[in-house]
Structure formats: structure tokens, C-alpha cells
């Protein structure tokens, strides 16, 4: 069993930075697929980005560039580097794994969530 417990979401101007953090307790999650997705006010949840074995990731079009999926050397911290903010970028944020090598960017490939962290980005 993995737990996962998001931190870092806040409240930036347009073009700032924010760094989310997505601990995981119960275990490394070093050989699991981590990704972190999104859900905006009255909007369906979307990928954002992912990572898989081999230090391997994938990020969505809207954020590519912007955002940098990495985790700590402890596998055990999953982070998300926002630059560049955009208002749209508003979103309640998840981290999800995978106990699987490669989860990709569906919702469903993933077997745990965390509960979520604010992220809202004023104009």
C-alpha cells in the first residue's frame, strides 16, 4: 500500500513559479510510474505529466516546457517544477502511481492518489 500527500500548492501571480511535492509513505515508489494531473473548476480531471523507469517522462502540450516532472534520490518524493504560470494553470493538483514500470496518461492505468493541493495563478 502507498500513501501519497501533495504539498506545495499556493496562490502565485501570472509568470511565477511553484514547486509541488508528492510524498510517498509505505514504500519507495522507486520502481512505480508517478504522474500528476489536474482538475479545474468545473472541469473534467487532465494529465499534466509523468515519469517512468529510466528517469523517462511525458508531459502534456498545454504545459510542455513549463513544467518538469523529477523525483529525489530516496524514490520516495515525487516533485512538479511549474514556470511560467499561466491563470489557466489554476487547477486542483494530484499525484498518482502506478505499480507498474509505465502508467501513462490515463486516469485509470493509476492505483493510488493523493487528496490534492491548491494551485491558483491570479492575472
Known amino acids: 500500500q502507498v500513501q501519497l500527500v501533495e504539498s506545495g500548492g499556493g496562490l502565485v501571480q501570472a509568470g511565477g513559479s511553484l514547486r509541488l511535492s508528492c510524498a510517498a509513505s509505505?514504500?519507495?515508489?522507486?520502481?512505480?510510474?508517478m504522474a500528476w494531473f489536474r482538475q479545474a473548476p468545473g472541469k473534467e480531471r487532465e494529465f499534466v505529466a509523468h515519469?517512468?523507469?529510466?528517469?523517462?517522462?511525458y508531459y502534456a502540450d498545454s504545459v510542455k516546457g513549463r513544467f518538469t516532472i523529477f523525483r529525489d534520490n530516496a524514490w520516495k518524493t515525487v516533485y512538479l517544477q511549474m514556470t511560467s504560470l499561466k491563470p489557466e494553470d489554476t487547477a486542483v493538483y494530484y499525484c498518482?502511481?502506478?505499480?507498474?514500470?509505465?502508467?501513462?496518461?490515463?486516469?485509470?492505468?493509476?492505483?493510488?492518489w493523493g487528496q490534492g493541493t491548491q494551485v491558483s495563478v491570479s492575472s
Open positions: 515519469s517512468w523507469s529510466g528517469g523517462n517522462t
Open positions: 509505505g514504500r519507495t515508489v522507486r520502481n512505480y510510474a
Open positions: 498518482a502511481a502506478a505499480n507498474r514500470l509505465y502508467g501513462g496518461i490515463r486516469e485509470g492505468a493509476y492505483d493510488y
